[in-house]
């Protein structure tokens, strides 16, 4: 480049204190690229590093996404390697590999696939990384968000799962769509373990400010207890919806996890439901699990968990998933 450009007289090098934002991506299959996808997209990082053991496809969508290049704001660094040298330095760590779920194949024995897989890959990212956040994408998340921290030894606030981040933006998109309101505008949280056994916070939802109940009951909009049930139900319903009709999920997840990057990288403080360490919180107490609560994040992880109002019935169901996960857990012999 010394050809096109001559340096003008008494320049400065360039300041030392401006950051490098860093993000590696682990497993470059459908919800991996995705979020590389729309990370680069919106602009978020320096340099996005791309890991996965099959090396021809890895290549094949790095070079993809650099051929991308003219139509972006700004030069992002594209790297990738099955050495994880190449995520030296990384600010955000997000782990998407994994095995997937064999036809009739049991969840304990999928976990137990991609317990082993974390135990050759975290110990890896750790040594590269050692000041980053780390963030588990791949299932069950909540779980192997307990298996990443406990292998990674770093410090709890800097591990977190996506956990009910995807449900939540599930179900405030179907609560906008009832209500024929923005989904910005609703704040609603689905809380604990991810998937199926989600459980959704009725009594906090809000729009534009406005309690739900009183909102409903202000807008003369006609409602019984089970249609809020029927929306958290058809939360759980899409996912299937869309595996079965496209195989796999990439889009949201894409986008979810790119507006959690978003608030680590900017420091932002903003407060989305992911998967904490929950020992402590709302009488969990029987052992080290983590559950989706709603938490502040920013540069240095987990800033805070809200404390949320729940009901009984919603403080239950989340003990009863603790008791769940540690059950499992104490099977993994980690
Ligand atoms: N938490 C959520 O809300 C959510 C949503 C969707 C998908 N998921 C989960 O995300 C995971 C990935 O889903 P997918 O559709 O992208 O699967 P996929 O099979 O398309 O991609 C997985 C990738 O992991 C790679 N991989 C395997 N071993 C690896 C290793 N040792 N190091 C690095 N990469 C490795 C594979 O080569 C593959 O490219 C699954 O566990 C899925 O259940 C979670
Ligand atoms: O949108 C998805 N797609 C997945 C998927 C993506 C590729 S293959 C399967 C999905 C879809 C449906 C069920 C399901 N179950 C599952 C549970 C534990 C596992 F270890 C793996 C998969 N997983 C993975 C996943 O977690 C989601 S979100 C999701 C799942 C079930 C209920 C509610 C939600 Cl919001």
Do not use: C
Not at 58 to 80: N, V, Y
Not at 219 to 242: D, F, S
Not at 251 to 275: E, F, K, M, N
């Amino acid at each position: 480049s010394q050809a096109f450009f001559r340096p003008i007289h008494n320049t400065a090098p360039p300041s030392q204190t401006n950051r490098h934002a860093k993000i590696t991506v682990v497993g470059a299959g459908n919800v991996g690229m995705a979020i590389a996808q729309t990370v680069l997209t919106q602009d978020l990082v320096d340099e996005i590093a791309l890991v996965d053991p099959m090396a021809d496809k890895l290549r094949g969508e790095m070079l993809d996404l650099q051929h991308a290049a003219a139509f972006l704001p700004r030069t992002t660094i594209l790297s990738s390697s099955s050495d994880y040298a190449v995520t030296s330095g990384s600010d955000l760590i997000v782990v998407t590999a994994g095995a997937r779920q064999n036809p009739g194949e049991s969840r304990l024995n999928l976990l137990q696939r991609n317990v082993a897989l974390f135990r050759s890959i975290i110990p890896e990212l750790a040594k590269h990384s050692p000041d980053a956040i780390l963030m588990v994408v791949s299932n069950p998340v909540d779980i192997l968000t307990y298996v990443a921290w406990k292998i990674s030894g770093f410090p709890p606030n800097r591990v977190i799962g996506s956990g009910t981040n995807l449900d939540t933006s599930r179900f405030r998109f179907l609560l906008a769509d009832h209500l024929e309101v923005n989904a910005q505008d609703v704040q609603a949280y689905v809380v604990g373990e991810h998937g199926d056994s989600s459980v959704a916070l009725w009594s906090s939802i809000s729009v534009g400010g406005v309690p739900i109940l009183s909102f409903l009951e202000r807008q003369q909009i006609p409602y019984e207890e089970e249609m809020l049930e029927n929306i958290h139900k058809t939360v759980v319903e899409g996912a299937y919806e869309v595996i079965n009709l496209k195989g796999y999920t990439s889009w949201a997840i894409g986008y979810s996890v790119a507006s959690l990057a978003r608030t680590l990288l900017r420091d932002q403080r903003r407060i989305h439901p992911v998967s904490v360490l929950a020992r402590g919180f709302y009488g969990i107490e029987g052992g080290d699990v983590f559950l989706s609560l709603p938490a502040q994040l920013g540069h240095g992880g987990v800033v805070g968990v809200t404390n949320v109002h729940l009901t009984d019935e919603e403080m239950q169901k989340l003990r009863a998933s603790a008791e769940t996960l540690l059950e499992l857990q104490s099977q993994l012999g980690i």
